[in-house]
């Protein structure tokens, strides 16, 4: 089991390098660094990570201009220098997916939560996985906003099987920001911790500070580790 955190959850409290050094203290293999920190990192802050995905994330729609392929050149040059296993997207920035196929990023198309409208069926993740070329990331906290029984996890393994690379976990209490990723050691929502396999985990928990961060990875541990038995 590859396991690991995304920095955004620290964001609002410490430097990128307070981040990474604390994740390597508490034992995290994987990262999944934020949209506020990747064009910053470096390939010697990350030696210690055997699995590094990327949040792509934009303040505009991605379509065939100018502004979009400044962006997305960076991160290319970024993941030259580093070697992303994953750059993830979100359905709803897109205009226009074919601009993803000029890029050589290891792309993954997340599915959406209940605040959304694009990209929340594994059918259409399929559609926009086919268009772009590229793979999924499988959020299980956002198929839970649709569906507590979490049925939908199911019909996304089925629907899209091993174009799933990576998953991202949390815990969900309602739709407002603060409510939206919680940490599942404080949720407690095993329906959402049962659906994860065995493929690089990145718990989401929002808002976090360093107690329930260490907090929220000690628990991911120990319950997957019980679930892949």
């Not at 303040?59 to 050149?73: G, I, M, Q, V, W």
């Not at 992303?84 to 050589?104: A, G, I, M, S, T």
Request: proline content about 3%; glycine content about 6%; overall charge negative.
């Amino acid at each position: 089991m590859i396991l690991g955190l995304s920095t955004g959850i620290l964001r609002e409290s410490l430097t990128i390098e307070e981040i990474l050094s604390f994740y390597k203290e508490i034992g995290c293999e994987a990262i999944e660094l934020s949209p506020d920190h990747w064009q910053n990192i470096t390939k010697s802050l990350l030696n210690d990570f055997k699995y590094i995905s990327v949040h792509a994330g934009a303040s505009f729609p991605y379509a065939d201009n100018e502004e979009t392929h400044r962006e997305l050149k960076s991160l290319e040059g970024k993941h030259n220098e580093v070697g992303f296993r994953c750059v993830v997207v979100h359905p709803p920035d897109f205009k226009d997916w074919q601009v993803l196929k000029r890029y050589k990023l290891p792309w993954a198309i997340e599915n959406m939560d209940n605040l959304n409208t694009l990209g929340t069926t594994p059918e259409e993740v399929l559609a926009y996985s086919k268009r772009a070329d590229c793979n999924v990331a499988l959020d299980l906290n956002h198929c839970f906003t649709h569906d507590e029984t979490m049925k939908l996890a199911d019909q996304f393994y089925e629907v899209l099987g091993e174009k799933i690379v990576e998953l991202h976990i949390s815990g969900y209490k309602d739709r407002t920001d603060e409510g939206r990723h919680l940490p599942l050691s404080l949720t407690k929502q095993l329906a959402i911790i049962k659906k994860a396999k065995n493929i690089p985990i990145i718990g989401e928990a929002d808002h976090g500070t360093k107690e329930s961060a260490k907090e929220e990875f000690e628990y991911l541990k120990e319950m997957l580790k019980n679930s892949f038995k």
